[in-house]
């Protein structure tokens, strides 16, 4: 499956952003689905996650109650993001897995998903 994330850009402390992710080439239903994100000179950070069927969410610790993953019946997903911060600065990417029905903890790992977007910039200003 290829994916394709959008809705990136420049934004005020406080305020909100809608990434979505657009897949193609899979029966994306099917998959598990993720975003994680990497800020300039810091490690990979999970962000959220989404199994398929029951849609169980998962979230990192640093977003939770501020984020919300979600995903259509198609082939879309979307992650937002409310109360933003400046420490939200970095490059977002979203993530599938066709192993959807993994253990929950799995989800939180970047070597779970084996496709990956090319990423947007959500920059947070001061």
């Known amino acids: 499956v290829q994916l394709q994330a959008s809705g990136g850009g420049l934004v005020q402390a406080g305020g909100s952003l809608r990434l979505s992710c657009a897949a193609s080439?899979?029966?994306?239903?099917?998959?598990?689905l993720g975003w994680f994100r990497q800020a300039l000179g810091k490690e990979r950070e999970f962000v959220a996650a989404m199994r398929p069927g029951d849609r169980n969410t998962f979230y990192g610790d640093s977003v939770k109650g501020r984020f919300t993953i979600s995903r259509d019946n198609a082939k879309n997903g979307y992650l937002r993001m409310n109360s933003l911060k400046p420490e939200d600065t970095a490059v977002y990417y979203c993530?599938?897995?066709?192993?959807?029905?993994?253990?929950?903890?799995?989800?939180?790992?970047?070597?779970?998903?084996?496709?990956w977007g090319q990423g947007t910039q959500v920059t947070v200003s001061s």
């Open positions: 080439g899979g029966t994306f239903s099917n998959y598990g």
């Open positions: 993530v599938a897995t066709a192993m959807g029905n993994t253990i929950s903890s799995a989800y939180r790992h970047a070597s779970t998903y084996p496709f």
